[in-house]
């Protein structure tokens, strides 16, 4: 048997119980008898409250608690939300401004939590809500992405959190100095909302003296820390669980104020107590995402050999530091600046600025997609301004293979890579060579047409450590536990199939435990596409780990020396002994004689570095120039994933990815009017993409092992997203450029690509 997988396509073994209804969602698994919870939110978006009077609401029907900031203070919850802050340029801490659980004397955003209102039905709890009387003196609104305006914070009295760089800005002047070319571009990234299936939601419980708190989210042992942090209790006083989960996308792998009210509300009353948002709630009060604008220039010599670059950055906030949101557009960013291009000279300025808007945070990709989006709009505008093929403008700049490993000028080592292979085999899935002929088919119907190109490469986040513990239990099955947390990739029939493939024990034993913290010790959750990696490295350590610990028991039942006994994935075997048991028959012996110090097994490892997956994304968009309709009438990706477990899997996670970025290239967008009233709060304003908006998605790979991890593997879960939003859009201007239109911006609506040719069309009048 393979040691490293059969990259085999198995169908997900979780597909089942969700078709016929059996997922336990956070709805399916709240506890009986459980009170509902609404919270009351800021209707404006910059405000100082002048009267918050829930007199009438707690003599309410039903109601058995209602909660303010006021009473959160007297209860001792004063802590404000976790948020971790960047230095600035000249050494300085950034801004770090409190955020309350429910506002106190002012409100910063339309949807800022105000009130918890706690009652023995959801509709006695909204009828409270409604009593409230909430007043409040206007104050002047901050919406655009610049320095200045109607100060939001006192820390930040310009409304700059942050002035960040990084690189080597006096060698960057210098390469821009004798530059053959220089290409500049502004570049805007919109906000969009991720809208997962399942909205966010939380319950909470009292066990006892201890805290349960379980919520629809990406890993519990740093949210079980920050409760415990915020409500003052010892660590093991708090268990934190995730049920399944209906999408994440980074977004819930935050913690929210919600989820410190309702522990605070189970804790007074002794009841558990139980809060979901609903759509509309979710868009104002989940994080937004992207909303940054850059400025960038490439330098070139003679040779169209990319000497230097820069970037300058304004990136929105929101009213708060959420808590990674100064680092996405910073640290994250910067991970992938430069690309796949083999270039040290650059430099980059970002400053982050507060609105009045929700606070902005991760999503897909976190940083990495932004980054790619910004270099690869850029290097489809230099190929044109150079005059030369986008296609060979890249394979002039690729980091050749013989350079690998790469330090890249943000520190980043690149392990393994050969870019121009991936990207000759992308021209060759994408039909390259024919493209000319369907432009040609197209115009002749009236129709526009383009091909947009992007090369991404993806830094792997998260903790590289994780941990893994594998129980035999007594009908025979096994357990294993894992630190991740699966929200619908599939980590179920990953990890069985994993665990299979090295040990033999047949999948149908094999079950999965995760999202508990008081069944598993630690582990770093899910986020970063970190999961598949790390936690199939600490399955191998786990194996290796039980391997040894059946050695010198099943030696002296085979009479043999303990260094003759070998394991080949499936069964234990030595020369000149009959007895060959299987791990799961191993464990049987070892039960039957009372060694119950064979039956559960753990270990903990570390990648010694990440994984840098990468690959094309090749668009191909057709116009209606009547009506500005965009039709995605193909796409095609060509991924090097390094070793796949399980291809199918790697294949739904790039659609999905591609979904993402395709419907923030052609639709998405989350707009607020000069108030700060959010315009797009519900699907009737926020355009989401369907299946007709898609074709069906080309996806083939080509490995280049990774030799940061043993298994090969690179990361897969955000690369759809990352190499997505560059490819629809340049494929959009490539099919606009013919009628004089020279710059885009997401999203390209119909309306706006409609504007876009109307205007080109009167500059040549």
């Known amino acids: 048997m393979e040691k490293f997988g059969k990259s085999q396509s198995v169908k997900r073994v979780e597909d089942i119980r969700f078709l016929k209804g059996a997922g336990g969602y956070l709805e399916d698994v709240a506890p009986a008898g459980h009170l509902r919870a609404v919270v009351l939110r800021s209707p404006v978006a910059h405000a100082r409250v002048t009267e918050l009077d829930v007199s009438d609401a707690r003599e309410a029907e039903g109601v058995h608690l209602v909660l303010t900031g006021a009473d959160l203070v007297a209860a001792g919850m004063t802590r404000g939300m976790m948020a971790s802050i960047q230095t600035n340029r000249d050494g300085s801490p950034a801004a770090a401004p409190h955020r309350p659980v429910l506002a106190g004397d002012v409100v910063r955003f339309v949807g800022e939590p105000v009130a918890l209102i706690v009652a023995e039905t959801l509709d006695q709890a909204r009828d409270a809500a409604e009593m409230v009387m909430l007043d409040y003196e206007d104050l002047e609104v901050k919406t655009d992405l610049a320095v200045g305006g109607a100060t939001l914070h006192a820390e930040a009295p310009d409304n700059r959190a942050f002035d960040w760089g990084l690189g080597d800005e006096a060698a960057t002047d210098a390469a821009f100095a004798k ?43 740093g949210p079980r820390d920050e409760i415990a942090r915020m409500l003052d209790m010892p660590k093991d006083k708090v268990r934190v669980t995730i049920p399944d989960v209906g999408g994440g996308f980074g977004m819930k792998a935050m913690m929210y104020p919600e989820y410190h009210a309702v522990a605070h509300a189970a804790r007074v009353l002794n009841r558990p107590v139980m809060w979901a948002a609903d759509r509309n709630e979710a868009m104002l009060s989940d994080h937004h995402a992207r909303d940054l604008t850059s400025d960038a220039a490439l330098a070139f010599d003679e040779n169209n050999r990319i000497i230097g670059y820069k970037v300058h950055t304004l990136c929105n906030l929101g009213a708060y530091n959420s808590q990674f949101g100064q680092f996405m557009q910073t640290q994250l960013f910067t991970r992938v600046l430069m690309g796949t291009y083999d270039v040290q000279d650059t430099y980059i300025r970002v400053e982050g600025i507060y609105t009045n808007t929700t606070y902005v945070d991760a999503y897909r990709g976190a940083g990495r997609p932004e980054a790619i989006y910004l270099l690869e709009r850029m290097m489809d505008i230099a190929a044109r301004e150079l005059g030369v093929d986008p296609w060979e403008l890249r394979r002039i700049n690729f980091i050749k293979p013989d350079q690998f490993p790469y330090k890249s000028a943000t520190d980043e080592t690149y392990d393994v890579g050969d870019f121009v292979r991936v990207l000759n085999a992308a021209a060759d899935q994408s039909d390259l060579a024919g493209f000319a002929a369907r432009r040609a088919a197209s115009e002749a119907q009236g129709k526009l047409r383009g091909m947009g190109l992007c090369y991404y ?34 980590h179920e029939t990953a990890y069985i199939a994993f ?250 609506t119909p309306l706006k690509t409609w504007e876009l040719l109307q205007d080109a069309a009167e500059q040549t009048c």
């Open 457 to 490: 490469i993806e830094s792997i986040l998260g903790d590289p450590s994780e941990g893994a513990k594998v129980e035999f239990n007594e009908d025979g099955t096994v357990t294993i536990y894992v630190g991740t947390q699966s929200n619908g990739q599939g």
């Open 499 to 748: 665990l299979s493939d090295q040990t033999g024990i047949a999948p149908d034993l094999i079950s999965v435990v995760q999202g508990d913290s008081d069944r598993i010790e630690t582990g770093g959750g899910t986020g970063g596409s970190r999961s598949v990696t790390v936690q199939a490295n600490a399955m191998l350590a786990t194996v290796d780990v039980m391997v040894a610990a059946f050695t010198p028991y099943l030696a002296e039942k085979m009479g043999v020396a303990e260094d003759e006994v070998r394991f080949d994935h499936e069964t234990f075997r030595a020369p000149g002994s009959n007895l060959t048991p299987t791990l799961v028959e191993a464990a049987e012996m070892a039960r039957l004689d009372g060694r119950v110090d064979l039956l559960s097994h753990e270990a903990r490892a570390t990648l010694p570095a990440r994984s840098f997956p990468n690959g094309a994304h090749v668009a191909e968009v057709e116009v209606d120039p009547e009506t500005g309709q965009i039709i995605m009438d193909r796409y095609t990706v060509v991924d090097d994933f390094g070793n796949l477990i399980n291809p199918m899997l790697a294949e739904g996670q790039v659609h999905g990815g591609v979904a993402q970025g395709v419907g923030q290239a052609l639709m998405e967008h989350v707009v607020h009017d000069d108030q700060g009233q959010l315009l797009t709060a519900s699907f009737m304003d926020y355009a989401m993409p369907r299946a007709s908006d898609l074709p069906m998605i080309g996806f083939t790979t080509e490995a280049v092992p990774s030799t940061a991890n043993p298994m090969g593997m690179k990361g897969c879960g955000e690369a759809g997203t990352v190499g997505a939003m560059a490819s629809s859009t340049n494929a959009v201007l490539d099919a606009l450029w013919s009628r004089g239109v020279r710059h885009v911006d997401m999203p390209l």
């Open 179 to 221: 530059a053959a070319r220089v290409v500049r571009m502004q570049v805007g990234d919109n906000r969009v909302i991720v809208n997962s299936m399942e909205p966010r939601g939380c319950y909470a419980e009292m066990e006892g003296d201890r805290l349960h708190v379980c919520f629809s989210g990406q890993g519990v042992w």
